[in-house]
């Protein structure tokens, strides 16, 4: 009997980007290759993803749109619900998120309810990197109040303990799970606070400690990818998970139930007995090799100037609370936190702005440089997953509400959560894409597409100071201060305006500096 | 009717029952299959393939083959693979275009002209010549030379509705190289690569690929028509 598991998308898994074949470069001897034996890797991650989507995980959920604007529209019921039909492919976000995780190496949670296929799929990624099912399942970490660190890092040697006369004679048995490349650990909002500290260790720093023995976890080769699943994300389970851990998660992905339609495949699995990570093609394992290759290309794909500074507008929003503090610098909500304010207290104290134009007054914190790294570098994934040639605004905002779950909070406090969009509140992954489509609506609104004075004056900056003569200095000094009498003037302060203030200062201060230099040669 | 894009040079071709031989070594069903994934006519390639190496089987009962560095056995693999690779540039690979012209070379100098002019579908006393045209004009074909007038060599693009790449009407043409044009395809940048046989379509990408300064191709225009979303590769007279 033929194995059905085997079956693989057929190449090309894109549409409509080449037409035609090549336009150069064959051979007569590519002529009798295999398309397996010179697919490229962004299609051998797309045709794992179609395998995953189609026959592991039976996954129809396609909420990762590219096209959002093109799309057809179908209101549902009488509470504002619609279906989307899209024209460009759509992704299910619980199996494109954890395979893009382990094509960069990033650190996955997997959240909801019992049986529905989060440890199964993390399983599958530990096979897809070459281990065979058992020993991703032997590697595999289970959360559960008892864990004590030496049941997840290993144990010393009992013969030591007895014999050894200082902590460095002591030898420890390191788990094998260490050095995986694909770490799973389930239910880990399960897993005790002093276990979640060593654990924290291992993913932010890449090594554990035992006994004053310490062992690197990263793997010899290929790339260390973490999956990690809970059956809550608002701080239930049986120990509340530490916020460094949480922070160190790149992305959060929810698993969908099971759609009723698709029973015939559940039939057919219950009574061949089978399970999907013990038929993975082995044409989709991916070598170490193979894997940092695919780092590699991902890392490099292009990020346009124009998709970086719509990113830049979208993500500068936050940071700033008008009534944060008294130096302008210190007007952030981080100051407001650190000190034990109430953020929601002092958004709401500012009567100066349009709370509903006011973008940041919707969360309750800025964005960390990690999370904007994990964006930049998902967003670069999702942009050669597609084999599209340099990433795309589309690529940013499908991210978007995957990267900054957990991570850029709400304010409950704001009217956005109130009247007919109470559904946001609870809906995390719907509120982020709205935030980020009304913050593009408002750089188009603003004509910032057409102008860019402080992006102008920072790029003239980038030219570098050396040849420059005073009177050049002094035009630009002038001009700085120019663009902050303007944003002075118009009386209210957006987050927008903190990053283009503070900017400006930064240009002045060196500027300044320079003709200060200029003046006493 | 709905025009399909499509060569010039195929449109006198008549097809007939073509049945390959077999090669050990070699499988030709998964040349035939890579021929269709890279754009070819999987017809035209058994049709050409079949003839070629009827011609070659007929060479070689006339003694008259010469040996070829690979080896000198008409049932030589490499030697049956370099007729494939020009049957399936003459079927419509564009991408094969380089190495079949090495292959047509090197299996003429080894007195294979007769199997290499079946397999492109010409007389084999014309290849010689039509190999050096080539080099300098992608489009030459020996019927059409001197024909004095302005003639039709393909139609390339369509509708997506239909099979083709885009979905609005493809507006201005730019030329970016030999047998190369960029196309505004609505908001979208669009390239193009032509040859006699074949073309490839693909989105131009941020930095779209330029042979240098934008070097026209002599006497050869794309034109976009305003009823069709196909462009028309056309030569012009003189």
């Known amino acids: ?521 | 009717m709905i025009r399909r894009p499509g060569h010039s040079v195929n449109a006198s071709v008549r097809l007939g029952a073509a049945s390959l031989p077999a090669v050990a070594g070699l499988d030709l069903d998964l040349a035939a299959a890579n021929v269709a994934r890279w754009g070819g006519d999987q017809n035209l390639y058994a049709a050409f393939l079949a003839a070629g190496l009827a011609a070659q089987s007929a060479d070689a009962h006339r003694g008259d083959v010469l040996s070829l560095s690979t080896g000198n056995s008409v049932n030589d693999p490499a030697l049956v693979q370099d007729i494939a690779a020009v049957a399936a540039w003459r079927a419509g690979v564009i991408g094969l275009r380089t190495d079949a012209l090495r292959a047509v070379s090197e299996l003429s100098d080894a007195g294979l002209a007769d199997a290499v002019g079946a397999t492109l579908g010409m007389p084999g006393s014309d290849v010689a010549g039509f190999v050096e045209r080539q080099r300098t004009d992608r489009f030459f074909w020996p019927a059409w030379h001197n024909l004095g007038r302005a003639y039709l060599l393909a139609r390339i693009g369509g509708f997506a509705g239909l099979g083709g790449p885009w979905l609005a009407h493809p507006g201005d043409v730019i030329a970016a190289g030999e047998g190369r044009w960029l196309v505004e395809v609505g908001d979208e940048l669009w390239q193009v690569d032509a040859d006699l046989f074949g073309h490839s379509v693909s989105p131009a990408g941020a930095e779209p690929e330029s042979s240098g300064d934008p070097v026209e191709t002599a006497g050869v225009r794309v034109v976009s028509v305003p009823t069709s979303y196909l462009l028309e590769v056309v030569r012009e007279a003189g």
């Open chain 1, 1 to 521: 009997m033929s194995d059905r598991w085997q079956k693989t998308s057929a190449s090309p898994t894109v549409p409509h980007v080449q037409h035609g074949g090549p336009r150069d470069g064959l051979t007569a001897a590519d002529l009798f290759r295999s398309p397996d034996e010179t697919v490229a890797l962004d299609e051998k991650l797309r045709r794992t993803y179609f395998w995953l989507v189609n026959k592991a995980v039976i996954s129809p959920f396609y909420d990762v749109e590219f096209d959002a604007a093109k799309a057809n529209r179908f209101p549902l019921g009488d509470a504002g619900a619609e279906i989307t039909l899209p024209t460009q492919p759509a992704y299910s976000s619980n199996v494109l998120l954890p395979l893009l995780t382990f094509a960069v190496g990033g650190k996955c949670l997997m959240i909801g309810g019992p049986g529905r296929g989060k440890t199964t799929l993390a399983v599958l990624m530990g096979v897809l990197s070459g281990s065979t099912p058992d020993d991703v399942r032997r590697h595999l970490q289970q959360g559960q109040p008892q864990l004590t660190v030496s049941d997840l890092v290993g144990l010393p040697l009992p013969r030591d303990l007895v014999a050894a006369g200082s902590l460095a004679e002591i030898t420890i048995a390191w788990k094998s799970w260490l050095t995986e490349r694909v770490k799973i650990v389930d239910e880990y909002n399960r897993i005790p606070t002093k276990t979640q500290s060593a654990l924290l260790t291992m993913v932010a720093e890449g090594y554990v400690e035992s006994h004053d023995q310490l062992r690197r976890t990263a793997p010899s080769e290929g790339v260390e990818s973490w999956f990690f699943t809970a059956n809550d994300d608002a701080g239930g389970g049986t120990f509340q998970v530490i916020q460094a851990l949480k922070d160190r998660l790149d992305v959060t992905v929810q698993a969908f139930g099971f759609n009723g339609r698709f029973f015939d495949e559940l039939v057919t699995r219950v009574e061949a007995g089978e399970r999907p990570e013990e038929h993975v093609p082995s044409s989709l394992v991916f070598s170490p090799d193979e894997q940092t290759a695919m780092l590699t290309a991902i890392r490099a794909v292009p990020l346009p100037a124009d998709v970086r500074r719509k990113l830049e507008y979208f993500t500068g929003q936050f940071e700033f609370v008008q009534h944060g503090g008294r130096r302008f610098e210190y007007r952030t909500k981080d100051v407001v936190a650190t000190a034990g304010g109430d953020v929601s207290a002092v958004i709401d104290a500012n009567s100066g702005a349009d709370l509903v134009v006011d973008l940041g007054a919707q969360t309750l914190n800025g964005l960390s440089v990690r999370a904007l790294q994990t964006l930049i570098l998902y967003a670069k994934a999702s942009a050669w997953f597609r084999g599209a040639a340099s990433v795309g605004l589309d690529d940013v905002r499908a991210m978007v509400p995957f990267v900054l779950r957990g991570k850029l909070l709400p304010n409950p406090q704001h009217p956005r959560f109130e009247a007919g969009d109470k559904e946001l509140a609870h809906d995390p992954a719907s509120w982020l894409i709205d935030l980020f489509d009304t913050a593009m609506k408002q750089y188009v609104a603003l004509g910032l597409d057409a102008a860019d004075p402080v992006g102008d004056l920072l790029a003239e900056l980038g030219g570098g100071l050396d040849g420059l003569d005073r009177l050049t200095v002094s035009q630009r000094l002038t001009r700085i201060e120019s663009e902050v009498g303007r944003i002075s003037k118009v009386g209210k302060i957006y987050g927008r305006d903190y990053d283009d203030l503070v900017a400006l200062k930064y240009l002045h201060q060196r500027y300044s500096n320079y003709l200060h230099w200029l003046e006493g040669a």
